[in-house]
């Protein structure tokens, strides 16, 4: 049974330290669903696990799990499960008995409780390995294995500390996948601490964007990606492209021309954010002004992994930065029209 995660206006201080790591933070996280912290480091995101688990008391403001207080509540009886980047298990004990720990302690007989564990080592796909000892998995069984230890004592919430950090490409995506399984499964509540924002956007339902101790945003991963609330979170996220002017009648009107926005974006002065991989590029193969974008010229191009983005520069000088459709090669120098989908844009404060 999972249980929803409420915190308010919740600080923390460390001791004598000048700057709190936690101010003011309030985020309410859905039974059942899944939240990512996302910040630089430093900015508190494991802090926020720390006092949902009890193992910090909060300075000010309330946690609730379930809707109950767990003010004074000990860390063991939150019904919390935590994972960290470092797998922690027990390395006298074989991988079926890590996982079946919980349930033993809890009073459960040997076979018991190993039947248990058996279980959830079939679910992170470890039902060969029981037998084995920790010393000989690798780093992604290892953290397989602390998930289904976690699991197994049944919590109503887990929290992940970046638990696929230290993991290879390759292997993260796998460990997502897992995640996946484990949801469907089981439906556990879970908040994952992580500052790699493309494994946020695979695993989570919403985004908590977290920075100096403050929540600047927390929404779903497509609002968070096209409606950021300010420049910070939308830099955050990746965002490359930033056009102060200002709005006026559900356009926004700057050097670039008159760009459509949201109806109901406030007016006056306002910065356009654009997503770089939603901003269409093609050659403009007249000197007439377009109708339907905003017309440059591309100053430079750079492979960017697997794909290839253009500078393109403005008359006044501004730029924007777009990602180029894939296999033409022939856009140094080019005229081109940029059709900027009114989904990818949105204006914060100035
Ligand atoms: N036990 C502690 N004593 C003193 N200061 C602490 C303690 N734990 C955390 N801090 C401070 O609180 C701030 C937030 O730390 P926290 O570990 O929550 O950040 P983080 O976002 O998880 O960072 P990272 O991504 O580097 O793990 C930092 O300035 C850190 O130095």
Redesign the pocket.
Known sequence: MSAGVLLHEVS?S??A?R????TGVTLAVADGSCTA?L????????????VIAGL?EVSGGTVHVDGVDVAGVPSEQRGIGLVFQRPLLFPHLSVLDNVAFSHRVGGASRAGSRRHAQHYLDLVQLGGFGGRPIQALSGGQEQRVAIARALAAAPRVLLL??PFSALDPALREDMHLLLDDVRSALSPTIIL?T?DREEAAAVADRIAV?HN?ALLQHDTVDRIYHRPASTRVSRLMGGLNEIPGHVHGAMHVSPLGQVPVSPGTPEGPGILVIRHEAIEVSRCTDNEPSASGVVGHVSRVRQFGPRRMVTVTFGDGSELFAALPPGDGMYDGCRVVLTLPTEAVSVVPR
């Open positions: 923390k460390f001791g330290a700057t709190p790591a936690l912290i910040g630089p480091s430093g900015s508190g995101k494991s802090t926020i696990l720390r910090d500390d970046e601490v500052h977290i101790g």
